[in-house]
């Protein structure tokens, strides 16, 4: 079954960096679209990126343009979010999600998620 290990969460003083990582398995990684979401404590959950199959196209939410990186390494099968200038909104736990191109995918194509939190 399709399976996202989400790793590399933590906690970061403001302008930190993170980056995030996923390891997929359970279908073909490389042939599928890829997505990070994040859900913020009493919040609904919020598209951040996506990526296409290949990695050639890549789109951000606004408000991490420019300080989110997202990539992907086809013959490990990992997702990659590389986070810098961290703030305190982007406090949230993060899951990779299969499928999608800025939107969320059904909850069904996540992961477990990984705690980012921004505080000093």
């Known amino acids: 079954q399709v399976q996202l290990v989400e790793s590399g969460g933590g906690l970061v003083q403001p302008g930190g960096s993170l980056r995030l990582s996923c390891v997929a398995s359970?279908?073909?990684?490389?042939?599928?679209?890829m997505t990070w979401v994040r859900q913020a404590p009493g919040k609904g959950p919020e598209w951040v990126s996506s990526i296409s199959h290949s990695g050639n196209s890549v789109t951000y939410r606004g408000s991490v343009k420019g300080r989110f990186t997202i990539s992907r390494d086809n013959a490990k099968n990992t997702l990659y979010l590389q986070m810098n200038s961290l703030e305190p909104k982007d406090t949230a736990l993060y899951y990779c999600?299969?499928?999608?191109?800025?939107?969320?995918?059904?909850?069904?194509?996540w992961g477990q998620g990984t705690q980012v939190t921004v505080s000093s």
């Open positions: 999600a299969r499928g999608g191109w800025e939107t969320v995918p059904t909850r069904d194509n």
């Open positions: 359970g279908f073909t990684f490389s042939s599928r679209f």
